[in-house]
């Protein structure tokens, strides 16, 4: 089994640091009225980034995995019964593009998102050729780089070296990357290493 751990926001999404200042500034002035009466959303999904996760999923047959902060039990429910606008659509868009949500890592106050990545892995030990490979997708690199350097892919870029990152989202160099790694011989993995 090959597995995408993904994180939403940053991946299926984009952001730069021009809307976010515009965003400060609004906030400063207290007009962020202006952004509902535009309808900006930043959590938006954008369906270019889904139609390349597609990508990744059907060359390679990986499961995606779940890490996002706002994982919850609707990611695997029925758009119908979701409440939420930005679950609803994530939810209809991943089916659209028949993207299998095999589940999600455990939320943990005292873990960093690579220990919750690792306990997921650990899982399946007693099965040591259950995972044959897994790719990890995120705009942040919290301990990410560190505990799986092999397997993370950063979808941010850093726009000058005084500006923050400018989140990208999921780019074409990015999903050539995943399908190298998720295609890449089996081998028993550890700590994120073979």
Same mark, same amino acid.
């Given at each position: ?15 730069? =640091?021009?809307?976010?200042?515009? /965003?400060?500034? #609004?906030?400063? &002035?207290?007009?962020?009225? /202006?952004?509902? #009466? /535009? ?38 429910? +029925? =758009? ?5 606008? &930005?679950? %609803?659509? /994530? ?5 659209? &593009?028949?993207?299998?949500?095999? *589940? ?20 399946? %030990? ?6 044959? !490979?897994?790719?990890? #997708? +995120? ?5 990410? &780089?560190? %505990? ?7 979808? !941010? ?13 999921? !780019? ?9 790694? #998720? ?8 700590? *994120?290493?073979?």
């Amino acid at each position: 089994m090959k597995i995408v751990f993904l994180d939403f926001n940053g991946v299926l999404n984009d952001t730069s =640091p021009k809307m976010d200042h515009l /965003i400060d500034k #609004l906030k400063h &002035y207290h007009l962020l009225w /202006i952004l509902r #009466l /535009i309808r900006y959303d930043p959590l938006s999904i954008k369906a270019k980034y889904v139609k390349r996760l597609h990508k990744i999923c059907r060359k390679t047959k990986a499961y995606v995995v779940v890490t996002d902060e706002c994982r919850g039990p609707w990611i695997t429910m +029925d =758009p119908q019964y979701i409440e939420g606008k &930005y679950q %609803k659509r /994530i939810v209809k868009l991943l089916r659209r &593009y028949h993207i299998d949500i095999l *589940g999600k890592t455990q939320y943990s106050s005292n873990k960093t998102r690579g220990e919750e990545i690792q306990t997921y892995i650990d899982r399946y %030990k007693a099965y040591p050729n259950m995972i044959e !490979s897994f790719v990890i #997708l +995120d705009d942040e690199v919290f301990d990410l &780089y560190e %505990k799986f350097p092999n397997h993370f892919i950063h979808t !941010s870029k850093l726009v000058k070296p005084d500006d923050p990152y400018e989140t990208t989202g999921l !780019s074409k160099e990015n999903v050539k990357r995943a399908i190298q790694i #998720l295609k890449k011989k089996k081998g028993r993995v550890v700590n *994120g290493k073979r």
